[in-house]
Antibody
Framework: QLQLQESGPGLVKPSETLSLTCTVS??????????WGWIRQPPGKGLEWIGS???????YFNPSLKSRVTISVDTSKDQFSLRLSSVTAADTAVYYC??????????????WGQGTLVTVSS | DIHMTQSPSTLSASVGDRVTITCRAS??????LAWYQQKPGKAPKLLIY???SLESGVPSRFSGSGSGTEFTLTISSLQPDDFATYFC?????????FGQGTKLEIK
């Protein structure tokens, strides 16, 4: 059964760059049927899609975050990564990685990683 | 962006009750809507996709309906395991957006 696991620092200073990696296991990130996405959830709030990447490195982002977001993929390690620059306290959230269908009619998220809390604080 | 609004924000109900959660989109998403269940400290879990298609392993007491801008998630007979927060998500157009969530509480 496909599993995803986020990893990275839990504390980032304001104005610095948040970096997270998602490792895919029991499956291949090079599967042509899927994109791989990042979603975040501020404490006690709703979900916000950040962006998604295909194994060919095709990416698309939420326009609200696009200027600060980089998503990359390493097919040799079955990993994809998120970088969010110039963070502020508003970027404090649980960050999830998830698989997303590549066909437009299948763009729900399933499964999800367990999530990792990133706090932005000095 | 398509704005998704769920109602109610909080719902108190008892085991055995039939409950319905509504999700409204600011513009048509056709039928490209999913529902997720989230328990405290856990990741969201896919329940329903394409408005009414039940994800494998999800109990049949869950059902979804709707089209265009108005959708519903119904739980026919609440079980103790169902008390959680539920989110809708549109994937008709990007950026993909979620509702703010409906917290289902025990009465």
């Amino acid at each position: 059964q496909l599993q995803l696991q986020e990893s990275g620092p839990g504390l980032v200073k304001p104005s610095e760059t948040l970096s997270l990696t998602c490792t895919v296991s029991s499956g291949s990130i090079s599967n042509s049927g899927y994109y791989w996405g990042w979603i975040r959830q501020p404490p006690g709030k709703g979900l916000e899609w950040i962006g998604s990447i295909y194994y060919t490195e095709n990416t698309y982002f939420n326009p609200s975050l696009k200027s600060r977001v980089t998503i990359s993929v390493d097919t040799s390690k079955d990993q994809f990564s998120l970088r969010l620059s110039s963070v502020t306290a508003a970027d404090t959230a649980v960050y999830y990685c998830a698989r997303q269908g590549s066909v437009a009619s299948r763009r729900w998220f399933d499964p999800w990683g367990q999530g990792t809390l990133v706090t932005v604080s000095s | 962006d398509i704005h998704m609004t769920q109602s109610p924000s909080t719902l108190s109900a008892s085991v055995g009750d039939r409950v319905t959660i509504t999700c409204r989109a600011s513009q048509s998403v056709v039928g490209w809507l999913a529902w997720y269940q989230q328990k405290p400290g856990k990741a969201p879990k896919l329940l329903i996709y394409r408005t009414s298609s039940l994800e494998s392993g999800v109990p049949s007491r869950f059902s979804g309906s709707g089209s265009g801008t108005e959708f519903t998630l119904t739980i026919s007979s609440l079980q103790p395991d169902d008390f959680a927060t539920y989110f809708c998500q549109q994937y008709n157009s990007y950026p993909y957006t979620f509702g703010q969530g409906t917290k289902l509480e025990i009465k």
